[in-house]
């Protein structure tokens, strides 16, 4: 087969640059812009801040509930239930986020080597 | 120079008289003693994406550089693989990265001073990413305004430059991983994400936007699907929570008003 510019092979970088970079950094320049005309004090400002927040919530709910990849092996309860241990540590590690995330990752990984298919 | 060793938003006296570059210094180390692990640890499996889809190692890292965003470049390199229509592939990369723009929005206007050119905010939201958007949002405010930005440049380069590390070693590590650590590697995002955003609440309507932001999305993906169970769920539940903390606010100042 003839190579041409659309080839992985031929022009890696060149598809990475137009096909990945510039749609995403597209958001963010946008998004720079709009920023440089707010307030930081403004109730615009805490609104965004709200659905900012919403969003990534809404992220880690769909990462959890349809997963892709190797952690469809983790049933759903095996999921959760490393979820649960992960935000019980947090709690007990008095708010520490890597007593979590730590905690979180050795419960994935036990529970999938117990309950996993 | 003991102040290296900070963790989380404990500041020394001695702050205020450190240069910019202190300060791009400390952000560095405070994204090496944590978070930047994180973001390099979930960034791992996308260099074995890359190589499956046939793309050279040298692509792979800068993607990383370049997209900076784990989902967008998964979608990248898998639908390359499977020799999806450009078109389309620019088109899933792009509606992955909507969240950037509330993102952006929410942090920029905390780092900046009056005198901070456009460009620099430009600069600033290519580095933006979900990590260092939580982390920023609780470290920054703390610090003076004027070193927020070399803060945030310092720690967001550590992130950046970790996992470009790590996905070069994605890349050449064995393809086929152990199935419970290929779990935990695709486990690390939400793991973090729903720990980040509880460090991170602290008034009412942080708590409500995370609450309905973890019930909505079943009923959303039930009902909505598609990409855009994400964008309704952001929407919908980040004004809700905004309008409930702000109805509970003008209560908190009748209330004061009625005691003085």
């Known amino acids: 087969m003839n190579s041409t510019w659309f080839d992985i092979g031929s022009s890696p970088y060149f598809l990475l640059v137009l096909f990945g970079f510039l749609p995403t950094i597209g958001w963010k320049v946008l998004s720079a812009f709009v920023a440089h005309a707010v307030d930081d004090q403004s109730e615009f400002f ?4 709200a659905i900012a927040t919403a969003l990534l919530a809404g992220i880690a709910a769909k990462f959890l509930l349809a997963p892709s990849g190797a952690l469809l092996n983790a049933p759903l309860a095996a999921r959760l239930s490393a979820i649960v241990i992960a935000v019980a540590a947090y709690a007990i590690g008095k708010r520490s986020v890597m007593a979590g995330v730590i905690v979180g990752e050795i419960a994935i990984v036990i529970l999938t080597m117990l309950f996993g298919h | 120079m003991k102040a290296i060793g900070l963790v989380d938003t404990d500041y ?7 240069t910019r570059f202190g300060w791009w210094r400390t952000g560095f180390v405070q994204a090496l ?4 692990w994180v973001v390099a640890f979930s960034l791992f499996g996308i260099g074995g994406l890359a190589r499956t889809s046939g793309f050279p190692l040298g692509a792979a890292a800068a993607a990383t550089v370049l997209i900076w965003a784990g989902p967008a470049q998964a979608i990248f390199f898998v639908a390359a693989g499977a020799k999806t229509a450009w078109s389309v592939i620019a088109l899933s990369a792009s509606l992955s990265s909507i969240r950037m723009f ?3 929005i929410a942090l920029l206007p905390i780092l900046r001073t009056k005198k901070t050119r456009i460009w620099t905010m430009v600069a600033a939201s290519w580095f933006m990413g979900i990590t260092v958007w939580t982390e920023s949002l609780r470290r920054t405010p703390p610090l003076p305004r004027e070193v927020r930005l070399p803060f945030f440049f310092g720690f967001a380069m550590a992130c950046m430059g970790l996992s470009t590390i790590s996905t070069v070693l994605g890349y050449t590590a064995v393809s086929n991983l152990p199935v419970p650590l290929a779990a935990a590697l695709l486990f690390m995002s939400p793991l973090y994400f729903v720990n980040a955003l509880m460090r991170n609440a602290h008034r009412l309507s942080d708590w409500v936007a995370v609450g309905l932001g973890l019930v909505l999305t079943p009923i959303a993906m039930r009902y909505v699907g598609g990409g855009f169970d ?3 769920i952001g929407i919908g539940g980040g004004c809700t929570a905004y309008l409930i903390g702000r109805i509970s606010d003008s209560r908190a100042r009748v209330t004061e008003a009625d005691v003085v």
């Open chain 1, 46 to 49: 805490k609104l965004v801040r």
């Open chain 2, 12 to 18: 020394p006296p001695e702050a205020a008289i450190r």
């Open chain 2, 33 to 36: 003693q944590g978070p930047a």
């Open chain 2, 102 to 104: 509330p993102m952006t």
């Open chain 2, 230 to 232: 994400i964008a309704v």
